[in-house]
């Protein structure tokens, strides 16, 4: 087996020059799928992704529709060329699990009681993959789902922080995730103080682990910026041509 | 008890708009005595209640709202109409024939798939589909002009404050316009070319509804575009 790589250098920087507190830079295009009801694309390093809402619709098959609620259904796969190794376009294990995790981040922020018997449908769609693709994804969906019309409690927001070369880093690209110590990924709704999704992959004291979860969670809050920033951009754009 | 935005500013899902004694309205929701937006759009305070009138969200059907449907399914008793909401809708062939026959009748021959037709609902609740109705005045098949679709939050935008911007279209552009409340428009004009004339407007309108001093350049829009169609006759 190859050599452990160095993760951060003599100046404190990370393999791709970040510092440690800093976010990988982020792009983020609401609408850009014409055909579904809302829509989202992310940029996240070298993470890219497209989020695509349909519904409320009526739920196939039928036996699926809940009678009291919408059911919210989501895909996340990626693509075959979205990792170095070709990836089989079948739904993997981690996929299924990516698919559950995502859902269950981004239920508790839609008003699913309002529109019984429907469902509402969201793929994800992993162009490139780079580290940090279930974060990235509910970033995204969250978007997506807020110009699909769909009425909310609030943005979901999500952002990952881990341990790497013993340090406590914010967003985790590939490598960190691989050969560091440590992953937590953690979703936020940022005005309504909840967390809608927290997992640990790797080993961290109590105190480590504490550090983490409030450095992602400030993560967190620097994308929601970004996040209400891209919904708002479509609209300011048309007032500032007519003036 | 303050308010924490300006009237018709952008506001996006979760936002606090006020706190204290405010009645939650329109697409925003109310968490002991906050009110946050649960879509995105502008915000308006009216004396204690707030609203937020949204830039994008679907359709759902109200009892008594006018719409405009695609009719995608012949059934034994009636027909299965898309309104553009999550729901599809029922036609009850009873409502268009008095002694209805399922052996005698053939449906296909009132309204057939894909055919549009205008109607009002007249039922519909959390636990039933909406069901239709044609049987008033200017209801049924729509057997000529065009149907556009654009987002129903923008429909009051179309009509505008007393029927100003619907009044003002149908005089520019010489085209009767039936707006349904799902977000499907109808234009009957007596030349292709003035119902183009009037779609576009209307996607002016829903492009730019946000904005202010819209019936002016909508209004002066079709005024160019008359002129540049004079001219290359």
Redesign the interface.
């Known amino acids: 087996m190859s050599e452990k790589p160095q993760l951060i250098d003599k100046k404190g920087l990370r393999v791709d020059g970040r510092k440690l507190d800093e976010l990988r830079p982020i792009e983020l295009t609401v609408g850009s799928v014409d055909n579904a009801?809302?829509s989202a694309y992310i940029e996240q390093g070298k993470n890219k992704i497209v989020a695509a809402v349909y519904?409320?619709?009526?739920t196939h098959p039928r036996h699926l529709a809940q009678?009291d609620k919408a059911v919210l259904r989501c895909r996340y796969h990626m693509a075959p060329f979205s990792v170095e190794e070709r990836k089989s376009p079948a739904p993997s294990r981690r996929e299924m699990e990516l698919s559950k995790v995502i859902r269950e981040a981004l239920e508790p922020?839609i008003?699913l009681e309002q529109?019984?018997?429907?469902s509402i449908d969201l793929f994800i769609e992993v162009l490139q993959a780079d580290g940090g693709t279930r974060c990235a994804s509910v970033t995204a969906a969250s978007l997506a789902l807020?110009?699909?019309?769909i009425?909310?409690?609030?943005?979901t927001v999500a952002c990952a922080s881990g341990k790497v070369d013993g340090k406590i880093a914010l967003d985790l690209n590939d490598t960190e995730d691989k050969e560091g110590e440590a992953d937590v990924p953690v979703s936020l709704?940022?005005?309504?103080d909840v967390i809608t999704l927290l997992q640990m992959d790797g080993m961290l004291t109590p105190k480590e682990f504490e550090e983490a979860l409030s450095l992602a969670i400030d993560g967190c809050n620097r994308i929601y910026a970004l996040?209400?920033e891209a919904?708002?951009t479509k609209?300011?754009a048309?007032?500032e041509e007519?003036e | 008890m303050p308010t924490l935005y300006e009237n018709k500013q952008?506001v996006?899902?979760?936002?606090?708009l006020a706190e204290g004694d405010y009645i939650a309205s329109d697409?925003t929701?109310k968490?002991g005595d906050r009110i946050?937006a649960?879509?995105?759009g502008l915000v308006n305070y009216e004396r204690r209640k707030v609203y937020v009138v949204?830039?994008?969200?679907?359709y759902?059907p109200v009892v008594g709202d006018l719409v405009i449907g695609k009719v995608v399914e012949l059934n034994t008793g009636g027909w299965t109409v898309d309104i553009n909401a999550?729901?599809?809708a029922m036609l009850r062939a009873s409502d268009v024939l008095s002694r209805f026959k399922p052996q005698r009748d053939d449906l296909s021959r009132f309204f057939d798939i894909g055919d549009f037709i205008m109607a009002t609902v007249v039922a519909c609740d959390?636990?039933r589909d909406p069901l239709l109705t044609v049987r008033e005045k200017g209801l049924g098949k729509v057997n000529r002009g065009q149907v556009v679709k654009i987002?129903p939050?923008k429909i009051p935008r179309v009509i505008g404050r007393k029927g100003s911007m619907i009044g003002m279209l149908k005089n520019e552009t010489g085209c009767n316009i039936t707006v349904g409340q799902n977000g499907l428009i109808l234009a009957e004009g007596r030349t292709p070319s003035d119902e183009r004339l009037a779609i576009m407007a209307i996607r002016k309108i829903e492009?730019?509804s946000?904005?202010s001093g819209l019936t002016n350049?909508v209004t002066e829009m079709i005024r160019k575009q008359k002129e540049g169609e004079a001219r290359i006759e």
């Open positions: 009801d809302g519904g409320p619709r009526e009678p922020s008003f529109y019984p018997r429907t807020a110009d699909a019309g009425p909310m409690r609030d943005l709704m940022p005005n309504l996040q209400k919904l708002k609209y300011i048309i007032e007519l | 952008l996006t899902p979760g936002d606090l697409n929701y968490e946050y649960s879509r995105l949204a830039l994008s969200a679907f759902v999550p729901y599809l959390r636990t987002t939050t492009m730019e946000h904005t350049r």
